[in-house]
């Protein structure tokens, strides 16, 4: 249960990230460091749900198409996780962090029982983050996770 976690870490998440883009192949945009407290175990959990989503939804040969972007900018510390997948209809960009929801269409072929995004904005919460989703320029979605200053 992420709930029973301890959030005491200081979690070199710049290290964290360049892992998990290395495990599936994507592209990592970074430079510098980037430092937060909580849980290493449960944020690795965070963007490999986000890589393997992307993975999943943009189809065969899709890590080459994701690109991660982690930077700590003046409004805060943020990981982007860009895919060229089908993208989200607008009116299910909130719904899609719901536990069990899936985008219509999507579920068959996908596999997903919608628990995924959930746990992400439940972990990311818990870590002082948001999350949220839009549209990719080009095509696809971008998830960012914000830690705000």
Do not use: Y
């Not at 849980?39 to 943009?58: D, F, P, W």
């Not at 972007?69 to 996780?81: F, H, K, N, S, T």
């Not at 607008?90 to 536990?99: D, G, H, L, N, S």
């Not at 899936?102 to 990311?124: C, D």
């Amino acid at each position: 249960n992420p709930d029973d976690l301890p959030l005491d870490e200081t979690v070199d998440l710049m290290g964290l990230v360049a892992e998990e883009c290395a495990r599936v192949g994507a592209r990592l945009h970074a430079s510098g460091q980037a430092w937060v407290t909580g849980n290493s175990a449960l944020l690795r959990r965070v963007l490999r749900n986000l890589l393997e989503n992307a993975r999943r939804h943009a189809g065969e040969g899709a890590a080459s198409s994701i690109d991660v972007c982690i930077q700590d900018a003046g409004d805060g510390l943020r990981v982007q996780v860009a895919d060229r997948g089908p993208g989200i209809p607008e009116a299910w960009r909130e719904r899609v962090f719901e536990p069990f929801v899936r985008v219509p269409g999507m579920q068959e072929k996908q596999g997903s029982v919608g628990l995924g995004l959930a746990l992400v904005r439940l972990i990311a919460q818990r870590h002082g983050a948001q999350v949220s989703v839009r549209a990719r320029d080009g095509g696809g979605s971008v998830f960012e996770l914000l830690w705000a200053r």
